[in-house]
């Protein structure tokens, strides 16, 4: 019987192009563990993060261009993931395990940053990606209850703290260490070492992914951050209405200041769904987010509907990721985690890397 070669194969998934990276698999060193024995083939393709939102049409081409070459009775794909390591830097690094620190920021408070932000972070946990969320917003920690944590993380003399654990995420916030009705009077320098403690002190682990609830505007939390950390990126939280205003631009050009690359806008509570007829209205002028981030140079990740659901589900305890995971307002979540994790991956390409391939 006529044999096929590794060079045949892999000759055959050249023809495969990430979307995102415009490149060819075999190029990327995606290809691995190639195997071929009486014509059956078969292989890993390596992705850069399990939230590639063209896992299946990869899976799909690859199978095709090495159904094609003569004599291959058969094709076995494995799709995995490796998320890589950021190569940005800071000027220091406090959680060196932790592959890439996605901010959530926003201009002002009350437009859905935290909301976003949890569900965003159990949208990249549910395709696998390791991954945390921790609340800086030292003024106004919600996540203990959005997330309803109850076994609160111990402090131990001279040890690190372990977070908490919440529907497969790792959580940390300042709230676990403060009292319900203690009003909080943070100075500014406080609130830069507590964003520290909770960075350096806490037992992350290993991360692909650590999501970063930021307070509003452009104070100290935001500033330390960008000092003790690398930051991947930063998404702008913002509603159709404040989208435009001051503190947005103020943000932008904060974190432009120090280099730490925006991925994008999301805009919230930008349409209402009836959840009855399931009319959407254009309550809001919506759709002026996406024209204000094109004024501002930066990408539009997507709308979230304004939504009874969402809020009653974060107000529950139970984010309406876990609460309701097939309803369409996941499904945006889903999608905008995907994009975000599609951009991440894309900016560990900016230098040349030399493909890998499997010798045997
Ligand atoms: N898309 C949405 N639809 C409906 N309510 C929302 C939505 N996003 C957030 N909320 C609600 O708005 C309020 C403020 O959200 P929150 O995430 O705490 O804002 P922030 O962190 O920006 O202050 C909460 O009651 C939350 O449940
Ligand atoms: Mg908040």
Same mark, same amino acid.
């Given at each position: ?5 590794? @060079?045949? !194969?892999?000759?055959?998934?050249? *023809? ?7 490149? %060819? ?7 691995? %563990? ?64 932790? *592959? ?7 201009? *002002?408070? /009350?437009?859905?940053? #935290? ?10 946990? &549910? ?9 800086? %917003? ?31 995420? *790792? ?16 100075? /500014?320098?406080?609130?830069?070492? @507590?964003?520290? &403690?909770?960075?350096?002190?806490? =037992? ?6 650590? !999501? ?9 939390? &935001? ?13 702008? !939280? #913002?509603?159709? &209405?404040?989208?435009?205003?001051? %503190? !947005?631009?103020? /943000? ?6 120090? =280099? ?27 759709? /002026? $987010? ?25 107000? $529950? ?8 995971? =097939? ?34």
């Amino acid at each position: 019987m006529a044999v096929v070669t590794q @060079a045949q !194969v892999l000759d055959a998934l050249k *023809k495969v192009i990430d979307p995102d990276l415009q490149r %060819d698999i075999v190029d990327l060193g995606f290809v691995k %563990d190639l195997h071929i024995e009486n014509g059956q083939v078969s292989f890993k393709v390596e992705l850069t993060t399990p939230a590639c939102p063209a896992k299946e049409q990869l899976r799909r081409q690859a199978l095709d261009a090495v159904m094609e070459v003569e004599n291959v009775q058969g094709v076995d794909i494995e799709m995995t993931s490796k998320v890589r390591a950021s190569p940005r830097r800071a000027a220091e690094n406090f959680i060196p395990l932790v *592959k890439n620190v996605i901010a959530i920021a926003s201009g *002002k408070g /009350g437009v859905g940053k #935290s909301t976003t932000a949890v569900n965003l972070a159990l949208a990249l946990a &549910q395709t696998g990606a390791r991954t945390g969320i921790l609340d800086a %917003d030292i003024y106004g920690p919600s996540l203990p209850k959005m997330l309803n944590v109850e076994n609160k993380p111990q402090a131990e003399e001279g040890k690190r703290i372990p977070p908490a654990e919440a529907f497969g995420l *790792k959580v940390m916030s300042m709230g676990f260490f403060m009292d319900e009705d203690t009003p909080v009077v943070w100075r /500014g320098p406080m609130v830069g070492m @507590a964003v520290e &403690q909770l960075l350096r002190d806490v =037992d992350w682990g290993e991360l692909d992914y650590l !999501v970063v609830d930021l307070p509003p505007g452009t104070g100290d939390a &935001q500033l330390t951050l960008t000092q003790k950390v690398p930051i991947t990126g930063v998404v702008i !939280v #913002s509603t159709p &209405q404040d989208v435009a205003l001051a %503190d !947005v631009k103020r /943000g932008i050009n904060m974190f432009r200041k120090v =280099d730490a690359p925006i991925l994008g806008i999301i805009e919230n509570m930008s349409y209402f769904l009836c959840p009855s007829c399931g009319h959407r209205a254009e309550i809001f002028s919506h759709g /002026g $987010a996406r024209k204000q981030a094109a004024a501002y140079g930066l990408e539009f990740l997507g709308d979230i509907p304004l939504d009874g659901a969402i809020r009653a589900d974060a107000d $529950a305890g139970i984010p309406i990721m876990i609460a309701h995971p =097939d309803s369409p307002q996941t499904q945006k979540y889903r999608e905008i985690a995907a994009r975000i994790a599609a951009i991440i991956a894309t900016m560990g390409f900016e230098r040349p890397t030399f493909p890998e391939i499997v010798v045997e």
